[in-house]
């Protein structure tokens, strides 16, 4: 027992000395660290003040360099300022010479007057005869004895001046014609998208083809998907139901879902996007006429001509030759070429509003332009270029001329294409004279022509009723090659909402 007490003294003696030990080494090591930084921190701040003394340094150097760059081009400023005030008083010298000059020719000018009208007073004194008397009787002396040879030459040069004349307005309007010649291509009546892939056709069509009604119904076209691989053809009369359609197949391709409720989104959001690109296509056309102040209102009714046609011919594009010949014949003649841009521009705004109004698109127009406040003298040149009005003014016939020669061009218009269209537009407005009748559209080139009636207003029993008398009232009214379909779509849509 005497034995474990000891040694458990031992363990404890020599744990305390250890202890000890090492708080002692540990206070040495410390020392050792506190006398090494005390060494350092003065050859630091050493360091520190070498590099902000040599800072200093390249920092007054730079002041100076800058300070002699200031100076030079302070003293070139002053020598350049001298030279402009040297330049202004050798201006002034001049202007003062000259005006001197120019009263030296006034005084000049003043005194051969005065001795001009003396010599004529001395010289009626002297013949006894006025200025007037004396050039009346020498006129008719010569006549008198010319009168044959004056006859003669009198003829001759009305030929040569009607010969000069008419090569003269050839020249004129070739000349014309060859600085705008501006393309014309036919305008088509259906549009032609390209799929990304083969397999979307399918997603267009829809369970048992609901997708494709939906879109034809809201739109208005036909879409025809056919063996041509990744393309889809539009079709419609209306290049504006085309265009709409276009957009919205690309929206619903782009976005991957195609379904009756995402088409009717998208028609809205290409509706939109349609009234867009009609204001920019009235911007762009007036900026290529270099035409300005026309009022927004009317230039974004001139963007709806780019999706309208004359003969085939587009009407916007119409519009911008028939402006730029007017401007080209009228700097020719010496008549307002501003007047002539500008009527030539608009002078067929008419046909913009015209399937909604009733008039030619004459008096449509000239009630346009008088809403807007456009210059009468604008609208008095753009309202004879059908001669349903007299031409008043040598600007109106200029008008009248570059119309002419714009449609009557070799390519820029078909009768054929224009009398299809009116045709269609004429099925259409047939059927939407019916009383129920919501929409109509005319498809398959006017082989067939589709009524979407309102349900709480037309009943099935008289869908039957309005089909046989719209078709009826076509076999009346219309001639046509074949037959066309009618077909009169009643549907009831019901929607409620749980809350």
């Known amino acids: 027992m005497s034995e474990d007490i000891l040694a458990l003294i031992v363990g404890f003696s020599s744990l305390f000395l250890g202890s000890i030990l090492g708080y002692y080494a540990r206070q040495s090591l410390a020392k050792r660290k506190v006398g090494t930084l005390e060494e350092l921190i003065p050859k630091k701040i050493s360091q520190a003040k070498e590099e902000a003394k040599k800072i200093l340094e390249e920092a007054e150097e730079e002041a ?38 120019i009263k030296e020719v006034r005084e000049i000018r003043n005194q051969s007057l005065k001795l001009k009208e003396e010599f004529l007073k001395k010289l009626e004194e002297i013949s006894e005869m006025t200025k007037e008397k004396a050039k009346e009787r020498l006129f008719n002396e010569i006549e008198k004895e010319f009168q044959k040879d004056l006859l003669e030459r009198i003829k001759k040069l009305e030929k040569e001046g009607q010969e000069k004349l008419e090569k003269k307005a050839k020249e004129i309007l070739a000349t014309a014609i060859q600085r705008c010649a501006i393309g014309q291509a036919q305008e088509l009546t259906t549009t032609t998208l390209t799929l990304p892939s083969e397999e979307i056709k399918g997603k267009i069509i829809g369970k048992e083809g609901r997708n494709i009604k939906t879109l034809e119904k809201l739109t208005g076209v036909e879409i025809i998907i056919d063996e041509t691989p990744e393309t889809v053809v539009i079709s419609s009369f209306d290049p504006i139901r085309r265009q709409i359609a276009k957009i919205a197949l690309e929206k619903l391709i782009l976005d991957g879902r195609i379904q009756p409720a995402k088409i009717e989104e998208k028609v809205k959001e290409a509706q939109e996007e349609l009234n867009s690109q009609i204001k920019e296509a009235g911007e762009a056309a007036v900026f290529d006429a270099g035409i300005l102040g026309l009022d927004p209102k009317l230039v974004q009714l001139l963007g709806r001509l780019k999706f309208r046609t004359s003969y085939g011919q587009n009407v916007l594009l119409h519009s911008l030759e028939v402006c730029h010949l007017a401007g080209a014949i009228a700097a020719e003649l010496g008549a ?17 509003i015209d399937s909604y109004v009733e008039g030619s698109h004459v008096d449509i127009g000239i009630k ?33 001329v570059a119309d002419q020669i714009s449609g009557a061009r070799p390519g820029a218009r078909k009768d054929t294409i224009e009398n299809y269209l009116k045709r269609l537009e004429e099925l259409e407005r047939i059927a939407l004279s019916f009383p129920g009748v919501e929409k109509a559209y ?13 349900p709480d207003k037309v009943d099935d029993f008289e869908a039957k009723k309005l089909a046989k008398e719209i078709a009826q009232r076509i076999e009346d009214e219309l ?17 409620e909402y749980a809350k």
């Open 479 to 495: 001639k046509y090659p074949g037959e066309i379909k009618v077909n009169v779509i009643r549907e009831l849509r019901i929607t």
């Open 368 to 400: 346009i332009l008088e809403k807007f406040k456009v210059d009468p003298q604008i609208i008095e040149a753009m309202k004879c270029h059908h001669e349903e009005y007299p031409c008043t003014s040598l600007e109106g016939i200029i008008v009248k």
């Open 442 to 454: 005319a498809l398959q080139a006017g082989k067939e022509i589709r009524v979407f009636v309102k």
């Open 64 to 101: 100076a360099k800058k300070r002699e760059e200031l100076l030079k081009t302070e003293r070139l400023l002053l020598k350049k300022g001298n030279i402009l005030d040297q330049k202004a008083f050798d201006l002034e010298k001049k202007e003062r010479e000259l005006q001197e000059k």
């Open 336 to 352: 307002n070429v501003s007047v002539c841009k500008k009527a030539g521009l608009l002078h067929d705004i008419g046909k913009s």
